[in-house]
């Protein structure tokens, strides 16, 4: 008679399996195919042309084996996170969190699932792990405000962006003690996060600042913050912008007068790293649009309308598209039954190439792709819904949660190790 592995049992067999898939990347990787000087500790880049080259359809990593196939949705203004089973479209289950309830986000290690409950307004921020083999949430841990939640590259930290007081709390990956601390009080709002191709630097959206901000992760340092602007290649425009006093929200244009320019500083979200490494994707809710900005020199080299309230950025599996969630409000509290919509992107050319609507009106907001590759999950931020994408037609499938979803997360995802959010994998 065949018996169940204890869960301790099968916890270590899945963390010497990462160790032995991260050795072989290791040892696989010759100087050719791997010229990135990573940093000590973080699994070797496979494919400098690619960074997302471990997350395609289907590669899975051992660490993951025995993990439930689960929709994992935080309901900030519930407290609460539904579980919906993929297969079914059905909710199956409600765990109850911390207060306000922000994104769930895979551990370095994949072991663990972590609810960031900021506590917005509060002081009782907490941390809530789930067991992706079990489905069941453990005991919070008591954080300050974590907005948002990320890891070193070399798993060592848990970084928690803690919001409210413009700061990233670095705290160890598994106790969350906190071991440092960097300030970042040019970064009003300081939001969502990608990292360089190397693991040196992070980049941190700025929400309230229309900014972005550039940390070196070895020296504990900013480098710099630069702001975004739609306008950024048009001098006239950024003059007008610049001129002291109240302005309405839309202006005329200075060289078209039949056409309008939007005065309100933009609201960067969610940031991504194009497949080589070398350009930003910034989601603006204000602006509408994704920014472009060159990693190196850190400065923008572009603009891409795409849908109103531009928000969630996710690359698809096979690496060559962005798909961006349009939320349908500019308004951080928006209404029901918006202009909702999600727009494809073309890393290579940078256009987009199709646009998919929710039928009736939505939000979608955060989330992630499917394992296989077939279905974009968003959460349906002001109607209280998840949207699943069909990433062939763009059909779409609501599914009923709890108040306010925000950062849900796919679980099991492709790759090695995660950088945190809802399933930034490499």
Same mark, same amino acid.
């Not at 202006?251 to 309100?264: F, G």
């Not at 968003?378 to 609501?398: C, H, M, P």
């Given at each position: 008679m065949h018996r169940s592995k204890p869960l301790a049992i099968t916890v270590v067999i899945a963390a010497l399996g990462f160790a032995a898939q991260?050795?072989?990347?290791?040892?696989?990787?010759?100087?050719?195919?791997? =010229?990135? =000087?990573?940093?000590?500790? #973080?699994?070797?880049?496979? $494919?400098?042309?690619?960074?997302?080259?471990?997350?395609?359809?289907?590669?899975?990593?051992p660490a993951v084996s025995g993990a439930l196939e689960r929709v994992y949705v935080p309901n900030r203004s519930a407290n609460t996170v539904s579980v919906? $089973?993929?297969?079914?479209?059905?909710?199956?289950?409600?765990?109850?969190?911390?207060?306000?309830?922000?994104?769930?986000?895979?551990?370095?290690?994949?072991?663990?699932?972590?609810?960031?409950?900021? *506590?917005?307004?509060?002081?009782?921020?907490?941390?809530?792990?789930?067991?992706?083999?079990?489905?069941?949430?453990?005991?919070?841990?008591?954080?300050? $405000? %974590?907005?948002?939640?990320?890891?070193?590259?070399?798993?060592?930290?848990?970084?928690?962006?803690?919001? *409210?007081?413009?700061?990233? $709390?670095?705290?160890? *990956?598994?106790? #969350?003690?906190?071991?440092?601390?960097?300030?970042? %009080?040019?970064?009003?709002?300081?939001?969502?996060?990608?990292?360089?191709i190397d693991g040196r630097h992070a980049v941190f959206t700025c929400e309230f600042g229309g900014a972005v901000t550039k940390i070196d992760l070895a020296n504990r340092r900013v480098i710099e913050t630069v702001k975004l602007s739609a306008y950024f290649n048009r001098p006239d425009v950024l003059a007008l912008l610049a001129k002291p006093g109240k302005k309405p929200m839309r202006v005329p244009d200075p060289s078209n007068l039949e056409a309008m320019v939007n005065t309100k500083s933009g609201m960067p979200q969610d940031i991504r790293m194009s497949p080589d490494g070398k350009t930003l994707f910034i989601a603006d809710m204000i602006a509408d649009g994704v920014h472009v900005v060159d990693f190196d020199s850190f400065r923008q080299v572009g603009f891409i309308p795409t849908g109103v309230g531009a928000h969630g950025l996710y690359p698809s599996r096979d690496g060559k598209s962005l798909y961006v969630a349009n939320r349908g409000s500019n308004k951080i509290r928006g209404d029901a039954k918006g202009k909702g919509s999600v727009s494809v992107i073309d890393f290579a050319t940078r256009k987009v190439g199709a646009t998919w609507l929710v039928p009736g009106g939505g939000s979608p907001d955060m989330g992630n792709v499917s394992a296989d590759g077939k279905y974009l999950w968003l959460s349906g931020r002001y109607d209280d819904e998840v949207y699943r994408f069909d990433t062939n037609s763009g059909a779409v499938d609501k599914i009923k949660v709890g108040r306010e979803p925000h950062g849900l997360t796919v679980w099991p995802q492709p790759g090695r190790y995660s950088l945190g959010h809802t399933g930034n994998m490499r």
């Amino acid at each position: 008679m065949h018996r169940s592995k204890p869960l301790a049992i099968t916890v270590v067999i899945a963390a010497l399996g990462f160790a032995a898939q991260t050795e072989r990347a290791n040892a696989q990787a010759s100087p050719q195919s791997n =010229a990135v =000087a990573n940093v000590p500790g #973080m699994p070797a880049v496979p $494919d400098r042309n690619n960074l997302y080259s471990e997350t395609g359809a289907g590669r899975l990593s051992p660490a993951v084996s025995g993990a439930l196939e689960r929709v994992y949705v935080p309901n900030r203004s519930a407290n609460t996170v539904s579980v919906i $089973d993929p297969g079914t479209l059905k909710v199956i289950g409600t765990l109850k969190v911390g207060v306000h309830p922000q994104h769930v986000v895979p551990s370095w290690d994949l072991q663990t699932l972590w609810v960031a409950n900021n *506590a917005e307004g509060r002081t009782d921020g907490s941390l809530t792990p789930i067991n992706p083999r079990t489905g069941k949430a453990g005991t919070s841990i008591p954080v300050d $405000d %974590p907005y948002n939640l990320y890891w070193s590259p070399d798993g060592k930290y848990a970084i928690v962006v803690a919001e *409210a007081f413009k700061r990233l $709390d670095f705290r160890d *990956a598994h106790s #969350m003690r906190l071991e440092f601390s960097i300030k970042t %009080p040019l970064c009003e709002g300081i939001n969502h996060a990608d990292f360089s191709i190397d693991g040196r630097h992070a980049v941190f959206t700025c929400e309230f600042g229309g900014a972005v901000t550039k940390i070196d992760l070895a020296n504990r340092r900013v480098i710099e913050t630069v702001k975004l602007s739609a306008y950024f290649n048009r001098p006239d425009v950024l003059a007008l912008l610049a001129k002291p006093g109240k302005k309405p929200m839309r202006v005329p244009d200075p060289s078209n007068l039949e056409a309008m320019v939007n005065t309100k500083s933009g609201m960067p979200q969610d940031i991504r790293m194009s497949p080589d490494g070398k350009t930003l994707f910034i989601a603006d809710m204000i602006a509408d649009g994704v920014h472009v900005v060159d990693f190196d020199s850190f400065r923008q080299v572009g603009f891409i309308p795409t849908g109103v309230g531009a928000h969630g950025l996710y690359p698809s599996r096979d690496g060559k598209s962005l798909y961006v969630a349009n939320r349908g409000s500019n308004k951080i509290r928006g209404d029901a039954k918006g202009k909702g919509s999600v727009s494809v992107i073309d890393f290579a050319t940078r256009k987009v190439g199709a646009t998919w609507l929710v039928p009736g009106g939505g939000s979608p907001d955060m989330g992630n792709v499917s394992a296989d590759g077939k279905y974009l999950w968003l959460s349906g931020r002001y109607d209280d819904e998840v949207y699943r994408f069909d990433t062939n037609s763009g059909a779409v499938d609501k599914i009923k949660v709890g108040r306010e979803p925000h950062g849900l997360t796919v679980w099991p995802q492709p790759g090695r190790y995660s950088l945190g959010h809802t399933g930034n994998m490499r």
